[in-house]
């Protein structure tokens, strides 16, 4: 493998890869994207090894959902094979995040406490405070960093896995396992993202917000777009330097 290229999992067309294609054009990597939704759709094969990195993004769908979505069973099966390889870098983002989680002995299930939407905060553990990337992105100033959240459905983390952060109603937001990092909030998502998910949120399922004050959560998602953009930015610099830097042990 020649080239650092990556590969971008897409599950919908209202989730796009966002800043993460701007990041990697920016940088002159290579990268593929495949809307593995799509009914024309060319998979790779499970044990390929084109590619030095695989992003997962998120998705309306349910990890758990694989009886619906058919697509999400060879996505399992793919994400799988690819972290028992050890060979290839995982960013999971959400959905991506439930689906590592799901396949490697942990459960995705919808959450008891609801949705999560817009700057949630989160703790960091010990491990998380002292881990490459996230530890790069808190400040005197923000404990929690200013990346967007917007999900209803959660996971238990299967036992091999670190767990780097939670949210106050127990949510995993943030955990490692082997060569795969995987966060439940949107690196990739800036505030008109975000509006169009609470936007189209609102006419299909009203109830999912119910709980929440969205405009205090949009108000304030608009209010911090600068410092959220300059969040987003060092992440995935970050992200990348990290597994560049230290592809043998990270």
């Known amino acids: 493998m020649s080239l650092k290229k990556v590969l971008i999992i897409q599950h919908s067309d209202n989730v796009k890869p966002g800043y993460v294609s701007t990041f990697l054009t920016e940088n002159n990597i290579p ?3 495949i ?6 759709v060319i998979l790779p094969p499970n044990d390929t090894q084109d590619y030095f990195a695989i992003i997962s993004l998120g998705g309306p769908q349910g990890a758990y959902e694989d009886n619906i979505y058919e697509y999400l069973k060879w996505e399992k099966q793919f994400l799988h094979t690819q972290l028992t390889m050890n060979t290839t870098h995982l960013l999971g983002i959400c959905l991506g995040a439930q689906l590592l989680a799901d396949t490697c002995g942990g459960k995705a299930f919808e959450g008891e406490q609801g949705c999560e939407a817009g700057y949630v905060q989160y703790e960091l553990t010990d491990e998380g405070k002292s881990d490459p990337i996230l530890s790069q992105l808190l400040t005197s100033e923000q404990q929690s960093p200013l990346l967007i959240m917007h999900h209803g459905d959660t996971f238990r983390l299967p036992s091999s896995a670190i767990k780097l952060a939670y949210t106050s109603n127990g949510y ?6 082997n060569k795969a990092f995987c966060v439940q909030f949107h690196p990739e998502a800036n505030f008109e993202v975000f509006n169009e998910w609470i936007q189209r949120g609102l006419q299909k399922l009203p109830r999912f917000y119910s709980h929440l004050n969205l405009d205090e959560i949009l108000k304030y998602a608009s209010d911090n777009e600068h410092k959220a953009e300059l969040t987003r930015k060092l992440f995935f610099k970050t992200w990348w330097e990290t597994i560049t830097n230290n592809s043998s042990t990270v």
Not at 172 to 177: H, N, W
């Open 35 to 40: 809307q593995i939704y799509k009914s024309d």
């Open 172 to 177: 995993i937001a943030a955990y490692r396992i």
């Open 31 to 33: 990268f593929n994207i």
